[in-house]
């Protein structure tokens, strides 16, 4: 077995099962409960040393794919972040899931979430029904006593369903994502929704905060929040990256950091969690012009779409074109969008996601921010379903805008204009002398209000001056209304010649969660050797792979002792993570252990090694072998992870190897 399509097919060959690779994930400690000494808390997870390696290279790639590539801007903010930009920012009052109760129990469950299990449940089947509640997603439930959920789940009903009705059914699960609490509410009651456990009837919809409050401070008074995405500290250091950038747009800024959201129901292990890893870019670009000067590169890839229309028609078929086509007709907002989405294929795809099983889905328009001019997830296929791992949206001005008027601090970019225009606009402005006196503290506030109000707002407000002798309005912070008359302010049309183009840039965001990409990378790579479903294989690509190398000595034999120290000192000098297993046992078996740790490459030192310094190199995949010098073996183990040489030219200089019985 050497050819990619014989891999492909003996990957295949042996039907994946999810319980195999946890058992895999936790005998070799990838990850594990956080906590699980006493007893653990849902959805907290520690990562082992294998995990560790594995993330770590995954934000490598990460970094130079993005941030080296694209000539991007990383900043390091902090987590903890005050109420008022979170405020600002809509968190407060909008980052919210949909939680309902059962009163008799305690329980509660994610809204959109229940109803989606149950309809997929009665669809699904008998059988399948009774596995899926079996992991429904409550907290009270994940604490229940194995023995009672059991008998519970036994008493489960299993719902008939006529056509017209499982076609309703499909129907509300591909708007599953765009659903308001009432109308979630609605959906419960029309299709008798009740906790899947009890049977019995559940509170309507609650709005539930995801973010985690806390004070900052010994005062207790300074309210907080531990962030719920890193974007918030871009939009916040958005002068001072512009200004380090000359000015010039457009420009990205990229950030990579842990946020927190405290879930209504953590399930699937890592693919819903309370705190993970995010690395998010946010490119600033002029609203007038979203092309991008490299599209052409990669306006000739295809994907795999799920436009809007696509799932209003209640269909799960995507659409197969190339970005260019994508963005000409419209399917896409713009070349920009259109670029990070092809960005975005290129590293999953690097990092070892399976393309049979990444798609991009459109957001549809009730489950996009009202701001937001375009949406799209890149959603990958698990055993769990269609995941959404990255987010890419076109969030317009919105972010900036909202900083911008609530702090009175001008987030725009300037551009010197070759030929200055004639621009008639409305323009305020306030009788200081009066402002200090009325206002004291609050003064520049009121200013900063008013100086910050756009064109259309300006506009209303002379009409209201004019047809009352007064404006009236509201600042946060504070109290009560306040009214001024034009002794204290002007508001007039004036005409001005304009050297410099003034705008707010809008904001195009590519949003990663590195462990939901990670899972499902674990979930694509992971399969059983089909002669010995036994054996599980974790199929790294080199460059991700948490170790590259496993050193196997033949035997514990004295004599391959120098050979094996000579090789480890030029691996580590190197710098190519490498494990040496001396132990006693087969080398099949040594392979095998390795083989489920996805190390990429073995090298065999044997007795002829002590003659003449050449060794045998395997791989993982397909167990060919070559042999050659030590330091030809380990220029080829290079090239193939650091440089993505394929291995036929990486090792056409050396000479296959058939061995005895090695697996
Ligand atoms: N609870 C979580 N656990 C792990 N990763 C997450 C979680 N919430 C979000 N992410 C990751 O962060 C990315 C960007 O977050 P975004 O706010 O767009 O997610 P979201 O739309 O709230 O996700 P969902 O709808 O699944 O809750 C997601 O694509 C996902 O990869």
Redesign the pocket.
Known sequence: MSSVKEIKEAKKAVAFNRESLESVLKRRFFYAPAFELYGGVS?LYDYGPPGCAFQANVVDTWRKHFILEEDMLEVDCTMLTPYEVLKTSGHVDKFS?WMCKDPKTGEIFRADHLVEEVLESRLKGDQEARGLLKNANSEAEANAEKKKRKKKVKEIKVVKLDEKVAKEYEEVLAKI?GYSGQELGELMVKYDIRNPATNGELEAPRAFNLMFETAIGPSGQLKGYLR??TAQGQFLNFNKLLEFNNGKTPFASASIGK?F?N?IS?RSG?????E?L?A?IEHFVDPENKAHPRFDEIKNISLKFLPREVQQSGSTVPIETTIGKAVASGMIDNQTLGYFIARIYLFLIKIGVDEDRLRFRQHMANEMAHYAADCW??ELQTSYGW?????C?DRSAYDLSVHSKKTGEKLVVRQKLETPIEVTKWEIEVNKKLFGPKFRKDAPKVEAYLTNLDQQELASKAKELKETGKITFKVAGIDGEIELDDKFLTLERKTRTEHVREFTPNVIEP???????IYSVLEHSFWCRPEDSARAVMSFTPAVAPTKVLLVPLSNNKELQPIVSKMSKSLRKQQIPFKVDDSGVSIGKRYARNDELGTPFGITIDFDSVKDESVTLRERDSTRQVRGSLDDIIKAVKEITYDGIPWDEATKNLTPFVSQSTD
Do not use: K
Not at 270 to 274: G, N, T
Not at 387 to 391: L, R, W
Not at 511 to 517: V, Y
């Open positions: 959805g899931d994502d719920p995405e946020s959201r879930e953590p890592l693919l819903r969690v309370r993970f995010m998010e997830d890149a995941i959404e791992c990255v987010g949206a949003s990663f969660g590195i462990g939901r990409i």
